[in-house]
């Protein structure tokens, strides 16, 4: 039996990607999932691959979508244990063009939708059960802990991400729930794969080099693999982490 078994966490977008490595180092725990995003069918493949979960569709950004993802996450395994709001997006361009548009796009999904969902989870989550691990798992980035260039407003939702867990931690801290960011450094993703691809237009470098110039970001100079990521957040979700609240923890190979 797993250290999460007869939990029940819910994981923001979870068809791909790091949300879908954390949804699977989760159930590999025993815990029960709900996998919400905006696209059904990346999510439905993820939980056909677990043994106890399912896909909400929901846009984060909306308070209603929140509130309706929560109660369809309840309906199927009762209350919610644990949320990871990992839900993100990322855009590149100097602040010199960027629009007020761009900027609230950014701060929309990577922070707003990050605090949307979990107040709307909040009630669950900090109800009083004896002996259950009740856990607020944030996933930021390292541009929440520094400053990258072209990426103003994701930095700054990054930022606010981090501040926002650090905020809650202490008002949660006596209830038992602890609350921590978890910063990526670069990450192989479809996220990556998207700015490789901005790369490649802008400067026509090779994927490749593209690929090692991010690697390069990295102090051990690889890039992270989101299972990496994935069982960090995992052990912050376990009885063993109780102590450990309002963190930022870097996942990049070495200090920033």
């Known amino acids: 039996m797993g250290a999460l078994a007869n939990r029940h966490a819910l994981v923001t977008g979870s068809g791909s990607g790091i949300g879908a490595a954390i949804a699977r180092a989760l159930a590999d725990e025993g815990a029960a999932l709900s996998l919400a995003g ?29 509130a309706a993802m929560v109660q369809a996450a309840r309906a199927a395994h ?27 796009r950014s701060l929309d999904v990577n922070l707003t939708g990050a605090f949307l969902t979990v107040k709307a989870a909040l009630a669950d989550v900090t109800r009083e059960v004896p002996d259950v ?3 607020i798992v944030f996933i930021a980035s390292t541009a929440g802990l520094k400053g990258y260039p072209y990426v103003a407003a994701y930095c700054a939702a990054k930022h606010g991400v981090v501040g926002l867990a650090r905020a809650l931690s202490l008002e949660l801290a006596s209830s038992g729930v602890t609350v921590n960011a978890v910063c990526p450094g670069f990450t192989e993703t479809p996220l990556l794969e998207a700015s490789v691809s901005r790369i490649v237009a802008k ?12 690697a390069r970001d990295n102090p051990h100079g690889r890039l992270v693999t989101p299972e990496e990521v994935a069982q960090t957040v995992a052990w ?21």
Not at 38 to 57: D, M, S
Not at 203 to 214: F, K, N, P, V, W
């Open 38 to 66: 905006r696209r059904e069918a990346p999510l439905h493949q993820t939980a056909a691959g677990l043994p106890k979960a399912i896909a909400v569709t929901a846009d984060v950004t909306r308070e209603a979508d929140c």
């Open 78 to 104: 009762g209350p919610i244990d644990i949320v990871v709001a990992n839900a993100g997006m990322a855009e590149s361009m100097p602040v010199k063009k960027m629009e007020l548009a761009d900027w609230q």
């Open 133 to 135: 691990a009740r856990r």
């Open 203 to 214: 400067t026509g470098r090779s994927a490749d080099d593209s690929r090692q110039e991010l």
């Open 236 to 256: 912050l979700c376990t009885p063993a982490a109780a102590s450990v609240n309002g963190q930022a923890i870097a996942v990049a190979g070495g200090p920033l």
